[in-house]
């Protein structure tokens, strides 16, 4: 019996989130490095509420709470508000996190991949150099983090294009 292919709709749709953004990049570099630094500070802030939130929702329910959820809320919402009102900082600050988001994805990805020998060789090969090449622009951009500033909406539009191919790949392949 055959078994029914299944599409990975979760994983087709972020994969198309990922090339769009990609495309977007390449499009309008200067535009997309500002809407960078503001979704970055926006989401700065809004994560920090909610460490904060989670913070005194564990001490209600605990008696105790972790400190440094409060202390890493209270920072995120001051690196927000600094990215929304200083957009040169964020830009500089946003190269080097950039730089550590990608190096921790490619090396997440390579630690990740080992299972695909067995189920295909190609597929393997494929997330292999993929993640190497996400590897060497993270180290690229974190040694000189003002290229990183000046180059980052092509590298970035670089970086989601390739994990957006690895998404789609990943959902129209069901292992």
């Known amino acids: 019996m055959k078994e029914k292919r299944v599409i990975g709709w979760l994983e087709l749709i972020i994969g198309v ?8 990049s390449f499009a309008n570099p200067t535009s997309a490095l500002k809407t960078f630094v503001i979704l ?4 700065a ?14 001490k209600h329910l605990s008696g105790m709470g972790i400190v440094l959820a409060l202390v890493t809320g209270v920072l995120d919402i ?7 009102t200083n957009l040169a900082s964020g830009v500089f600050t946003l ?11 490619s090396v997440t990805g ?27 622009m993270g180290v ?21 294009l390739i994990f957006g191919v ?6 129209l392949y069901k292992f």
């Open 17 to 24: 989130i990922f090339l769009i953004s990609a495309f977007v």
């Open 40 to 43: 970055f500070g926006i989401t």
């Open 45 to 58: 802030i809004m994560k920090g509420i909610g460490s904060i939130v989670g913070y005194f929702r564990i």
């Open 78 to 84: 001051l690196i927000g508000v600094l990215f929304l």
């Open 95 to 105: 190269g080097i996190l950039f730089a550590l988001w990608i190096l921790l994805d």
């Open 110 to 136: 390579l630690s990740n991949i080992g299972f695909l020998k067995d189920i295909s060789t190609g597929m393997y090969w494929l997330y292999l150099v993929l993640n190497i090449l996400s590897l060497i």
């Open 140 to 160: 690229l951009l974190l040694f000189n983090p003002i290229v990183a500033a000046l180059t980052m909406s092509m590298i970035v539009g670089i970086y989601f």
């Open 166 to 171: 690895q998404f789609i790949i990943y959902a």
